[in-house]
């Protein structure tokens, strides 16, 4: 799947609850400050690197809520932008010792969207995909697990940590949650073309100017910049199934060999056909591909 970078990095600036000139941010893993404090951090750690070094110095606030500077330690500071506050610092992508000292301590992560010189780093707390709503190495609510897989070039997530994404409108203050994005801000525009149908990635209309085609995104598909599908994000752990067509479009997230998931947000996207029939236009069916279905797409 080839999905384009530039389609996928308004999400990531606007996601959560807050504006879009906010920079993403986490709060605590679990139910609370101590249960997330517990992990000890050892959850998402990047794979393939070494967890050795200097001893952590203790439990980071990466994450916590927070009024000002000084509840956040030395490492972090308090973002107020956010509704709460929450406890961060900008920081660069190492090994996970490396990041522990840049973020506060034990149970922090240097979360990063994209790759290189253009990625977006932030201090959050840690998170494990695979951990129930509610218990330790979980996020809250209004937050997902994530590594943003999708805005790697290899498809695998950084080391996994809580980033604002909401799934009610309960976790926006007085803005309403976007379902397809985790934004807060509007509402779905449900009257817009559903996931899996095609759309113009270079169409942008009303004010602000933006892409207002699709119930969600309209990603660009492959080195076309007009050739694009609509399709969404979800939160796995509460919301499983793909919000159109759930019986055609399944979501797609990286898991282990062992078909355990990596990563809490899953793409909505790709639709199954049989024949040229079950697709809109410009979109036809495509052959099967490495064991998946034929599904809808760009010849």
Aim: with cysteine; aromatic share 4%; net charge negative.
């Amino acid at each position: 799947m080839k999905v384009g970078l530039t389609a996928v990095l308004v999400l990531v600036l606007g996601v959560g609850c807050s504006s879009a000139a906010d920079t993403p941010a986490a709060v605590d893993a679990g139910g609370g400050d101590a249960a997330a404090d517990a992990t000890g951090g050892d959850a998402g750690r990047d794979a393939g690197r070494a967890d050795a070094g200097t001893p952590d110095a203790g439990p980071s606030r990466a994450g916590l809520t927070c009024a000002m500077d000084g509840e956040c330690g030395a490492a972090l500071t308090c973002d107020v932008d956010i509704p709460g506050g929450f406890c961060t610092a900008e920081c660069t992508d190492g090994t996970q010792p490396s990041e522990r000292s840049q973020c506060g301590g034990a149970g922090s992560t240097c979360l990063s969207y994209g790759d290189g010189a253009d990625a977006v780093s932030f201090c959050t707390r840690t998170c494990t995909p695979t951990a129930r709503p509610g218990t330790a190495g979980a996020c809250r609510p209004g937050q997902a697990c994530t590594g943003w897989w999708f805005s790697h070039e290899t498809y695998e997530p950084d080391a996994v940590g809580c980033d604002l994404f909401c799934t009610a409108d309960s976790q926006c203050g007085t803005e309403r949650c976007n379902l397809r994005t985790g934004e807060c801000g509007e509402a779905a525009d449900m009257a817009a073309r559903a996931d899996g149908e095609p759309c113009d990635p270079t169409v942008e209309t009303g004010t602000p100017a933006r892409n207002r085609q699709c119930r969600g995104i309209c990603f660009q598909i492959g080195d076309m910049p007009s050739q694009g599908q609509c399709g969404s994000h979800i939160d796995l752990t509460v919301t499983p199934r793909c919000p159109d067509a759930p019986e055609r479009i399944a979501p797609e997230a990286p898991t282990d060999d062992a078909g355990e998931r990596l990563d809490n947000l899953g793409e909505c996207l790709f639709k199954t056909c049989a024949t040229n029939a079950d697709c809109t236009a410009p979109l036809t069916c495509l052959p099967a591909m490495n064991g998946a279905p034929p599904t809808c797409g760009y010849r």
